[in-house]
Nanobody, 125 residues
Framework: QVQLSESGGGSVQAGGSLRLSCVSS????????MGWFRQAPGKEREAVAG???????LYADSVKGRFTISQDNTENVLYLQMSALKPEDTAMYYC???????????????????WGQGTQVTVSA
C-alpha cells in the first residue's frame, strides 16, 4: 500500500513562489506514474502536472511556464515548483500515484489509485 504525504503549502501573494513536496512510502513497483492535482472550493479536482513511468512530463495549460514538476527517485519525493502564482491557483493540492505506467497519460485523473491528504495553497491578490 503506497502512502503519500504532501507538504509545502501556504499563503503567498500573487507573483510569489512555493514548492510542494510529496513523500511516498510503501512502494512495490520499480516505476510509478506520478501527478499533482488540485481542487478549488466549489470546483472539480483538476490535473496540474504529471510524470509518467518513462519520465515524460505533462502540464495543464493553465500552469505551463509557471510550474515545474520533478522527482527524486532516490528519496521517493515528488516536487512541484510553483512560480508567478495567481489568485486562481488557490486550491488544495494533491499528490497521486499509480504503480507502473499511467492509465491514459500522467494527467488522467481516473488512472491514479493512491492519493495524499493534500496541502492548501492560498494566493492573495
Amino acid at each position: 500500500q503506497v502512502q503519500l504525504s504532501e507538504s509545502g503549502g501556504g499563503s503567498v501573494q500573487a507573483g510569489g513562489s512555493l514548492r510542494l513536496s510529496c513523500v511516498s512510502s510503501g512502494r512495490t513497483y520499480s516505476k510509478y506514474c506520478m501527478g499533482w492535482f488540485r481542487q478549488a472550493p466549489g470546483k472539480e479536482r483538476e490535473a496540474v502536472a504529471g510524470i509518467d513511468a518513462d519520465d515524460r512530463i505533462l502540464y495543464a495549460d493553465s500552469v505551463k511556464g509557471r510550474f515545474t514538476i520533478s522527482q527524486d527517485n532516490t528519496e521517493n519525493v515528488l516536487y512541484l515548483q510553483m512560480s508567478a502564482l495567481k489568485p486562481e491557483d488557490t486550491a488544495m493540492y494533491y499528490c497521486a500515484a499509480r504503480g507502473g505506467h499511467c492509465y491514459g497519460d500522467a494527467l488522467t485523473q481516473v488512472g491514479y489509485n493512491y492519493w495524499g491528504q493534500g496541502t492548501q495553497v492560498t494566493v492573495s491578490a
